[in-house]
């Protein structure tokens, strides 16, 4: 059973763009929604994560823009370069309960 | 530097023959996470620890098992791999409920 929805599957943008990844949850109990990057062959790293008492929270170049009413969160990569071309997973914790997005894959064009 | 270290990083075993991956690591978390990795897909949630307390995910197959000795370290045994097993296999730490994981860099598991 997915809890969480990701979307869109892969982007594609050219150096300096904004790509934006989505994610949608179900489980109202959730509160903390982190984002990982993951590169080929190495495990997802924590690249930053909010809760539902902010709706936006930036570091450096990553922002996530939260929507409580809505249930749905969203990574921002400003001024994108190719190095951050990687598997971004979204992922909601709550009620001793982890789910992870199916992943996105963002590829920066230089 | 390395918080969460998983050996090996590359291993690989013949259909049906017992394999074991460890990790272990220095943030003296007390939950420790296996993760289950196939190519283009998320990590899949197999078992965890919360201090000595196990708790499996209810489809994970009774072919995977898990130790852990001390807070440190942590065992993922697979009793008799099959083809399908192949996969990253991924070890994740937090600390209590705190949902903040760190993972380490994952053993790929071919099985021939």
């Known amino acids: 059973q997915q809890q969480v929805k990701q979307s869109p599957q892969s982007l594609i943008v050219q150096k300096g763009g904004i790509p934006i990844i989505n994610c949608a949850y179900e489980n109202t109990a959730f509160d903390y929604f982190p984002w990982y990057q993951q590169f080929p062959g190495k495990g997802p790293a924590l690249l930053i994560a909010?809760?539902?008492?902010?709706s936006e929270k930036k570091e450096g170049r990553f922002t996530i823009s939260f929507n409580k009413s809505a249930k749905q969160f969203s990574l921002h990569i400003m001024d994108s370069q190719p190095g951050d071309s990687a598997t971004y997973f979204c992922k909601a914790g709550g009620n001793n309960r982890l789910a992870f997005g199916k992943g996105n894959q963002v590829v920066v064009i230089p | 530097d390395a918080m969460v270290i998983q050996n090996p990083r590359y291993q690989v075993t013949q259909f049906g023959k017992p394999v074991t991956l460890s990790c272990s690591q220095t943030l003296n978390h007390n939950v420790m996470y296996w993760y289950q990795q196939k190519s283009s897909q998320a990590p899949k949630l197999l078992f965890h620890y919360y201090d000595k307390d196990f708790n499996n995910e209810a489809d994970t197959p009774d072919n995977f098992q898990s130790r852990r000795p001390n807070t440190s370290f942590c065992f993922l045994d697979i009793r008799s791999p099959g083809l399908g097993d192949a996969a990253m296999y991924l070890c994740?730490?937090?600390?209590?409920?705190?949902?903040?994981?760190?993972f380490g860099p994952g053993t790929r598991l071919t099985v021939t």
């Open positions: 909010i809760r539902p008492d902010v």
């Open positions: 994740a730490t937090s600390r209590d409920n705190t949902y903040e994981q760190y």
